[in-house]
């Protein structure tokens, strides 16, 4: 079973950017199409951004299209959610996400595993 932890959230002003990490052990990090959540206050958590195992195909939430990265180092067993031009609505908590489907899982039940998350907060 796949285990995720995620670091480099943090405190930062709207218009910064930010980038968070996802560290993987214990599975084949490769096999696994991955992906990113957050969930914000009082709010349901929603799909960010997807990548395929080889990295080739990538998915975004309408609401962080053109300012958020995602991109996978296979290599290292790590993924990366590389956010610009942050805004006060990007403050949540940002999951890491595994999933055995083949390709982009743009639905959260489709992943298999989450990591604990990491604190995003941006002040206007």
């Known amino acids: 079973q796949v285990q995720l932890v995620e670091s480099g959230g943090g405190w930062v002003q709207t218009g910064d950017s930010l980038r968070v990490s996802c560290a993987s052990s214990g599975g084949t990090f490769s096999s696994y199409g991955m992906g990113w959540s957050r969930q914000a206050p009082g709010k349901e958590r929603e799909f960010v951004a997807g990548?395929?195992?080889?990295?080739?195909?990538?998915r975004y939430a309408d609401s962080v299209k053109g300012r958020f990265t995602i991109s996978r180092v296979n290599a290292n067993n790590t993924l990366i959610l590389y956010m610009d031009n942050l805004l006060p609505e990007d403050t949540a908590v940002y999951f890491c996400g595994a999933s055995r489907w083949l390709g982009v899982s743009t639905q959260l039940q489709r992943y298999d595993t989450w990591g604990q998350g990491t604190q995003v907060t941006v002040s206007s």
């Open positions: 990548i395929s195992q080889n990295g080739v195909t990538v």
